[in-house]
Every structure is written in C-alpha cells, then in structure tokens.
T-cell receptor, first 115, second 112 residues
Framework: GAVVSQHPSRVICKSGTSVKIECRSL??????MFWYRQFPKQSLMLMAT?????????EQGVEKDKFLINHASLTLSTLTVTSAHPEDSSFYIC???????????FGPGTRLLVL | AQSVTQLDSQVPVFEEAPVELRCNYS??????LFWYVQYPNQGLQLLLK??????LVKGINGFEAEFNKSQTSFHLRKPSVHISDTAEYFC??????????FGKGTRLHILP
C-alpha cells in the first residue's frame, strides 16, 4: 500500500512553454501533498505544501505565479511550471501524507528538461 | 526550527563489510526521525523511522538505526552491505504536524 505515482516521469519542453506534472496517491487519500525540487547531487528542497481544497503554502523564495499548485481532490495534486526556462530544469518529486500520520510517501519523481 | 547534519557526503565500503552513516539533528522540540534511500533517477523510499519508544529501530533491507537523545544522533547501520545498497541516503527530521527537513545526503559506494 501507500503508493504515490507521478506523471510524466520525464518531460522535455521548449523555453517559454508550460508543463504540468501530476501527483496521485493510488491507494490512500492524501490530505496533504508536498512538492520538492532536487538539483543534481543535492538534497530535496521543499517548494510548497498543499492541502486538499485550499491554497498551497509556498516556501520562501519559491515564486507562486511560476509554480502553480492545485490540490483538487484527496488523490491528486498538480504542479504547473509556467513559462519554463532552462534554469527550471530539475527533478521534481511529490509526496503525500494522510492527516494525523507522520509518514510521507514519495512519488518516483519527474525529470524536467527545458531547452 | 529543526536542522539535520549528515557528516559524510560519501562513504565507500567494501561489499559484505559493515557500514554506519552518521546523522545529527538539532531541534528545540520533540521530533520524528527518518532515513530514506534514493536509487538513481528514482524517488525516495522510507527505510525506517523513529517516532517514540525503543531507541533501536529496524528497517527494511537489513538496516537499523539508533536514536540517541543525549547526542542528538540517529545513525544508520547495516552489518553487511551488498552491491545493491549503492544509493543516496537521506536523514530527515520532522516536528509534529510540521514539514520534513532533509539532510544533504550521503552517497554510499559499495566496492567489490
């Protein structure tokens, strides 16, 4: 149990376009989902926390208008990178947590390459 | 606020030898402690966690960790490593109802 999927697993796009990444909890309802960004050989940096039905909480330094997060249901959260630029190229990982639980379950990640 | 320090960025070890990956944390409140493993181009997999109770925690793949409150440490150990243990290992801390803070990671290299 406790499986989290991400789609797509990798995406290549042109500079200036928008890219949507989906995060789904397959066998449980996630009241909270988290989005992380990981640069090569570095740790995960939390970008934002999203609770179902409410606005996401962004970490300091993360542009809200650039990284749009929607958590419309208890099993789906989406991250949209708007007007992507090469510096947005990274590995994006989501995780999901059930309310009252201390454990986060991580998705397999999405590798974004902006040309 | 909480913080996590992984003292070694890389640890080489021969196959079938024991290994210890070090982790120290800082927090003014009680925390939960985690170790995650990340294989190349993959997400994170939970190895083990400490919530409360026994300070020795056993996880998957033969790993275990010991919570030491006085030394604010949560070192990860395995008595005999295998080539398949080659991966990045992240120590993490979380205060109740808060977000997870990750260490910078330790890359475990298994030497034949």
């Amino acid at each position: 149990g406790a499986v989290v999927s991400q789609h797509p697993s990798r995406v290549i796009c042109k500079s200036g376009t928008s890219v949507k990444i989906e995060c789904r909890s397959l066998d449980f309802q996630a009241t909270t989902m988290f989005w992380y960004r990981q640069f090569p050989k570095q740790s995960l940096m939390l970008m934002a926390t999203s609770n179902e039905g409410s606005k996401a909480t962004y970490e300091q330094g993360v542009e809200k208008d650039k990284f749009l997060i929607n958590h419309a249901s208890l099993t789906l959260s989406t991250l949209t990178v708007t007007s992507a630029h090469p510096e947005d190229s990274s590995f994006y990982i989501c995780s999901a947590r059930v309310q009252g639980s201390e454990t986060q379950y991580f998705g397999p990640g999405t590798r974004l390459l902006v040309l | 606020a909480q913080s996590v320090t992984q003292l070694d960025s890389q640890v080489p070890v021969f196959e079938e030898a024991p290994v210890e990956l070090r982790c120290n944390y800082s927090s003014s409140v009680s925390v939960y402690l985690f170790w995650y493993v990340q294989y190349p181009n993959q997400g994170l997999q939970l190895l083990l966690k400490y919530l409360s109770g026994s300070t020795l925690v056993k996880g998957i793949n033969g790993f275990e960790a010991e919570f030491n409150k006085s030394q604010t440490s949560f070192h990860l150990r395995k008595p005999s490593v295998h080539i398949s243990d080659t991966a990045e290992y992240f120590c993490a801390v979380m205060a109740r109802d808060d977000k997870i803070i990750f260490g910078k990671g330790t890359r475990l290299h298994i030497l034949p």
